[in-house]
């Protein structure tokens, strides 16, 4: 889920279609006691538009130039619009939230100037290239932000509360057991989710994984004992070397592992 603020008393949730039942009732279980109004959108549609040129093209046919001067994880209403500048797919761009009503008509503009519609496959090597999880696979509630590679978004200051903070706390002061990992496949093969990594420190998995088209490898994120440092991939029942990288594996194009 992402939360845009956009005052004191003023935000924009836009929640994971899957999740979407699971995230109004939690909103619903952790709200009383507090002046808060949630209002869902039906009405309204995204169009998510990424890539080096995202930019100015949607800047242009909104004719919007002040869209340039957005900041990366910022947002702001245009008009009956929209639009922020989150990038969740890896390239740089803009996610448009508009009436559906209007939705098609902007579609068709943007693919006549030159955006090129985008399936899910491709979006899912996009993100996994740019190390980026993806809800399912990489994190749910049973990993916590520390074991997924998302400690970095985490504030635990004693003075900063929110829900799960103590036991965030806790598990950082005693040290995680699990730890996420890039993974890059040594030789012919195709990294999946759900496929077993052998350690030297016990068995991890692999959560997600493809045939990078950048790379021409594969590649993956794993969940591995803390403590793992060589591994094999279990592939169509044979283990086969893989070494341990840092994503993101590609980042604006450019290859950032050793191969």
Not at 79 to 93: H, K, L, P, S
Not at 231 to 240: A, H, N, T, Y
Request: glycine share 10%.
């Amino acid at each position: 889920m992402i939360a845009y603020y956009l005052a004191d008393g003023d935000y924009r949730l836009v929640v994971n279609a899957a999740t979407r039942e699971k995230d109004l009732d939690w909103f619903a279980a952790h709200s009383s006691g507090y002046a808060i109004e949630l209002v869902e959108r039906a009405e309204l549609a995204m169009i998510a538009v990424q890539g080096p040129a995202a930019r100015a093209r949607v800047a242009d046919k909104l004719a919007a130039p002040q869209l340039l001067e957005l900041g990366i994880f910022s947002a702001t209403r245009l008009g009956r619009q929209f639009v922020a500048r989150t990038g969740y797919t890896g390239e740089d761009g803009f996610e448009i939230i508009l009436p559906g009503a209007q939705a098609v008509a902007l579609w068709r503009e943007l693919t006549r100037a030159g955006v090129s519609a985008c399936g899910l496959g491709a979006r899912d090597t996009l993100r996994l290239e740019a190390g980026m999880n993806l809800y399912g696979n990489d994190m749910d509630e049973s990993v916590s932000p520390l074991e997924c590679g998302l400690g970095w978004t985490l504030v635990l200051d004693a003075e900063r509360d929110f829900v799960g903070a103590d036991a965030l706390r806790r598990q950082q002061q005693a040290g995680p057991m699990r730890r996420q990992t890039g993974v890059l496949l040594e030789g012919r093969g195709v990294l999946r989710a759900g496929q077993r990594v052998a350690t030297s420190a016990g068995d991890g998995l692999v959560t997600s994984g493809t045939f990078s088209p950048t790379l021409k490898r594969s590649i993956g994120l794993a969940r591995l004992p803390v403590d793992a440092d060589s591994i094999q991939v279990e592939v169509r029942g044979k283990l086969l070397a893989a070494r341990c990288v840092n994503p993101p594996f590609v980042r604006h194009g450019e290859v950032k592992i050793d191969l």
